[in-house]
């Protein structure tokens, strides 16, 4: 059974760091495109972060660039999410997807009907950024 379970997440103020794992179980990680994504309350789900299968690459969205990084630890079919200099607007439920469609970094540049209906999402783990 494919499954994603996301860890990490907490409350902490402006400027703090958190590190988001999401452990993957019924397939590893070089079987699936993989992402990270958020949804704020109010707001759509969208990217944040990726690993290109093909090349390797890591991609954001530009929200998160220079503050965020992604990685992974195949060994352990874990994906990691840390996140530094946090902002009140990254408060957020933090999921991580998998898919055998939609290759990194589409996944993440466009969030569609299709993805968030198709595929396999872990049930989220929130984060909030307050002061």
């Known amino acids: 059974q494919v499954r994603l379970v996301e860890s990490g997440g907490g409350s902490v103020e402006p400027g703090d760091s958190l590190t988001l794992s999401c452990v993957v179980s019924g397939f590893s990680l070089d079987d699936r495109n993989i992402g990270w994504f958020r949804q704020a309350p109010g707001k759509k789900r969208e990217g944040v972060s990726c690993i290109s299968r093909t090349d390797g690459k890591a991609y954001y969205e530009d929200p998160v660039k220079g503050r965020f990084t992604i990685s992974q630890d195949k060994s352990k079919n874990t994906l990691y999410l840390q996140m530094d200099n946090l902002e009140p607007e990254d408060t957020a439920t933090y999921y991580c997807?998998?898919?055998?469609?939609?290759?990194?970094?589409?996944?993440?540049?466009?969030?569609?009907?299709?993805?968030?209906?198709?595929?396999?999402w872990g049930p989220g783990t929130q984060v909030t950024v307050s002061s």
């Open positions: 997807a998998a898919t055998t469609f939609a290759p990194c970094p589409s996944n993440i540049v466009v969030v569609t009907q299709t993805l968030l209906h198709a595929a396999t």
